[in-house]
C-alpha cells in the first residue's frame, strides 16, 4: 500500500470511508432510517465534532446509492450572523443554490436565474419555493438534511422552520422533499426557546410541530472504539495492546474526536508510523498529554466555552462541592448538556469524560499554576518512593496563607478558588513527573483527587468547612477502597476569612472503616 492512500485516524473535518478509519455512523441512529421511509421530518442533535457532518454524508451517499430516494445536504452556518429574515433567507437560498451549482440533476435549476430568492417582500417564501422546484425535479422522493439549523437567530430562524412547516402540511398538492431533517448542537426544546422569546408563543402552527423524533447522536460504545482501532491493526499489522485500549476507552468515554485524536497521536508522532511495536498503554497516556498541553483545536474550543457565564454557572459547583442543584429545565443546564461538556449521571452532573475534566481543572488553574512558577520549588518534596505528602500539604499550608486573599481576585470562578488553587499547586508539583486523575459531581459536596506520581497514588479529597462533617470520612474511606489505598488526604478549607490562622493551620489523623485518613486544615 502506498502512503498516498493508506487511510488514517481523521481529526480535521468529516470522515470519508476511502481515506479514514471509521465506524457506520447509523449505527449510532438507530431508526433513523425508518422514519426516513416513512416520510417523516426529524431533528438531530449533537455536540461539535461527534460526526454529525460525517454521518450526514454518510447518509447521503447512502440514500443516493440505493437509488430508492434522493438526498441533499446543505449547511446554513454561514446565514448565523444574518437575524433579518429578509436577508437571511435569501443568504439560506443562494447558499442552496451554489452548492447545486454543478449537481447531475438539479445544477440547470440553481443556474437558472428564476430560481433566486424572491425579493424581500411580505409573504417571503424562497426556501419553500426553491426545495418545492428540486423536489418537482428530483423524480424520485427527496431527502434534505440542514446542518447547523441551531445557529440561525431571530426571525431567519422562526421563518426558515416555518416555511419548513408549510411545506410539509401542503405536500400532498405541492411538490415538497418527503422527508426533512434539521440538525444542529441543540435539542428541539432548546432550539424553540431560542426562536422565541420568553413573552411569546409559537402558538398553533409551531414550526416544530411536524417534528417526529429528536435523534441524540451518541458517542462511541467501547466495543466500537475497539473495532475502529481494530481497522488500522487490520491494515498496518500495528496492534493496540489490551491496556492501550483500556486507556482510550477510560480517557475519551467514547467522544469521537478523542478517540481518533489518541490514535492519532500514538500512531503519527509517537511512533513516527512506525508499524512494527504496538501502541501500549504508555502511549495513550503519553498521547493524551500531548494533546491537552498541545491545546488542538477541539481542546482549545471547549475552553473558550468555560470563559461563558452560562457555563460557568453550572460547571462551578462542581469545582466547589456546592449542592447547588440547577433544573433540567433550566436553559443554561441543557445548554452545558448539549456543548458535550458534561453529562448525566445518576442525577447529578459530571465531566463527559475524563479528558474533559482534565481540561477544565487545568484550563481554570493555568495563570494560577504560571504564577507559582516563582513561589513553588520545582518537587522539593519528591522521594525515590514518590511524594513527601507530608511535607507538600505543609508547604501548601504555608502557600495558602500567604496566597489566600489574593487568590481570590484571579479566578473567574471564584467559589472554588480553594480547590482551583490546591489543583494548580499539585498540578505544579506533578508536571513531568506525575498526573492528577480529576472526579467532580455537582452537589457531591466534595472533589476526588487522585494524585499519581512514580508508580504511587495519593488520594485527597477536598472539603470546605461547612460541609465538613461524618459523612465526609465515609465518602473517602469508600474512595480510598475504590483506588486500593490504606491512606488519604482531606484538605478542609475554612469559610470563614476573619479566624485567625492559629486556629485554621492544623492537622490530625483520624481512621475510619480501617482507613487512615489526614485532615489538613485550611
Known amino acids: 500500500m502506498s502512503m498516498g492512500k493508506e487511510k488514517f485516524f481523521n481529526t480535521a473535518g468529516p470522515c470519508n470511508p476511502t481515506r479514514h478509519y471509521m465506524l457506520p455512523a447509523t449505527a449510532r441512529l438507530p431508526g433513523l432510517m425508518r422514519l426516513i421511509a416513512q416520510e417523516q421530518y426529524f431533528a438531530i442533535h449533537a455536540p461539535r465534532q461527534s460526526g454529525k457532518t460525517t454521518l450526514l454524508q454518510g447518509l447521503v451517499r447512502d440514500i443516493n446509492a440505493s437509488g430508492e430516494c434522493v438526498a441533499l445536504y446543505f449547511t446554513v452556518e454561514s446565514v448565523q450572523a444574518y437575524p433579518d429574515p429578509h436577508d437571511g433567507i ?18 440547470e435549476i440553481a443556474r437558472d436565474p428564476s430560481s433566486a430568492p424572491d425579493a424581500p417582500k411580505d409573504g417571503f417564501i ?11 425535479k428530483a423524480g424520485k422522493p427527496l431527502v434534505v438534511f440542514f446542518d447547523e439549523v441551531d445557529g440561525l437567530t431571530e426571525g431567519t430562524a422562526v421563518t426558515f422552520l416555518r416555511e419548513l412547516r408549510d411545506g410539509y402540511i401542503t405536500r400532498e398538492t405541492i411538490p415538497f422533499p418527503s422527508s426533512v431533517a434539521i440538525v444542529g448542537m441543540m435539542d428541539i426544546r432548546d432550539m424553540k426557546a431560542k426562536v422565541r422569546p420568553h413573552s ?3 402558538g398553533s402552527k409551531s414550526p416544530f410541530n411536524v417534528i417526529a423524533e429528536d435523534f441524540t447522536l451518541r458517542n462511541f460504545t467501547e466495543d466500537e472504539v475497539r473495532a475502529l482501532y ?31 485524536a489518541l490514535a492519532r497521536e500514538c500512531v503519527q508522532k509517537i511512533h513516527n508510523f512506525d508499524y512494527s511495536a504496538p501502541i501500549t498503554g504508555d502511549d495513550v497516556v503519553e498521547a493524551k498529554e500531548s494533546i491537552i498541553r498541545r491545546r488542538d483545536t477541539h481542546v482549545d474550543s471547549l475552553m473558550d466555552r468555560l470563559r461563558e457565564e452560562r457555563v460557568r454557572r453550572v460547571v462551578e459547583p462542581l469545582i466547589s462541592g456546592e449542592d447547588r442543584r440547577v433544573s433540567v429545565e433550566d436553559e443554561d443546564y441543557r445548554y452545558v448538556i448539549d456543548l458535550g461538556l458534561l453529562r448525566e449521571e445518576k442525577g447529578a452532573l459530571v465531566p463527559a469524560n475524563r479528558m474533559y475534566a482534565e481540561i477544565i481543572g487545568r484550563y481554570l488553574t493555568r495563570d494560577e499554576q504560571t ?26 499550608q504555608n502557600f495558602w496563607r500567604e496566597n489566600s486573599k489574593a487568590d481570590r481576585h484571579v479566578f473567574d470562578y471564584r467559589e472554588a478558588t480553594p480547590h482551583l488553587v490546591l489543583m494548580a499547586f499539585f498540578q505544579r508539583v506533578v ?14 459536596g466534595r ?10 497514588r495519593y488520594a485527597v479529597e477536598v472539603k470546605m468547612r461547612k460541609r465538613f462533617n461524618a459523612d465526609s470520612f465515609r465518602q473517602l474511606a469508600t474512595y480510598l477502597d475504590t483506588l486500593g489505598l490504606a491512606e488519604g488526604w482531606m484538605p478542609v478549607f475554612d469559610d470563614d476569612d476573619a479566624k485567625p490562622w492559629e486556629e485554621r493551620l492544623y492537622r490530625r489523623d483520624e481512621t475510619f472503616n480501617g482507613k487512615t485518613i489526614h485532615i489538613i486544615g485550611l
Open 371 to 396: 504564577r507559582m512558577l516563582q513561589s513553588v520549588p520545582d518537587v522539593p518534596w519528591a522521594t525515590d518512593e514518590g511524594l513527601d505528602m507530608d511535607g507538600l500539604m505543609s508547604a501548601f
Open 230 to 260: 481494530a481497522q488500522h491493526t487490520e491494515a498496518t499489522g500495528q496492534a493496540f495492546e489490551p491496556e492501550a485500549l483500556e486507556k482510550a476507552w477510560d480517557f475519551t468515554g467514547g467522544q469521537p474526536w478523542l478517540v481518533n
Open 200 to 202: 411569546e408563543t409559537l
Open 126 to 136: 424562497g426556501v419553500k419555493r426553491f426545495l418545492s422546484m428540486l423536489a418537482e
Open 447 to 456: 472533589l476526588d483527587l487522585c494524585v499519581e506520581f512514580r508508580g504511587r
Open 90 to 107: 435569501f443568504k439560506i437560498v443562494e447558499r442552496m443554490r451554489t452548492d447545486l451549482l454543478r449537481h447531475p440533476i438539479f445544477g
Open 431 to 444: 508536571n513531568g513527573g506525575g498526573r492528577i486523575v480529576r472526579e467532580m459531581a455537582s452537589g457531591s
